[in-house]
């Protein structure tokens, strides 16, 4: 059984920084791409950033240059790193992960975190 757990969401002032981690646990053999989604209230659920096995990194327009997304393997765990937030930036943010293990290899999602920008 595989599961991810998201932590770091919370409430901040427009300006500020939050760090979303998200750990992968269960019979894991192997990660490969990892990303940060977000949806807010009557929108859509749209990707925020993502990174490869590689460690190649893309990132939506919105959030380019305010937010980083990081992995450590070791670990399994997928953060994301975000400054300069604004409102708009509110929303539920979910991890998505590709896993690896001994019989298959599928996408899994976090429960979710929710992050709260006020202005």
């Known amino acids: 059984q595989v599961q991810l757990v998201e932590s770091g969401g919370g409430l901040v002032q427009a300006g500020g920084s939050l760090r979303l981690s998200c750990v992968a646990s269960?019979?894991?053999?192997?990660?490969?791409?990892m990303g940060w989604y977000r949806q807010a209230p009557g929108n859509q659920r749209e990707l925020v950033a993502s990174?490869?096995?590689?460690?190649?990194?893309s990132y939506a327009a919105s959030v380019k240059g305010r937010f980083t997304i990081s992995r450590d393997n070791a670990k399994n765990t997928v953060y994301l790193q975000m400054n300069s937030l604004k409102p708009e930036d509110t929303a539920v943010y979910y991890c998505?992960?590709?896993?690896?293990?001994?019989?298959?290899?599928?996408?899994?999602w976090g429960q979710g975190t929710q992050v709260t920008v006020s202005s």
């Open positions: 998505n992960v590709e896993i690896i293990t001994y019989s298959s290899r599928s996408s899994y």
């Open positions: 269960g019979s894991i053999r192997g990660l490969n791409d």
């Open positions: 990174i490869t096995n590689g460690g190649r990194t």
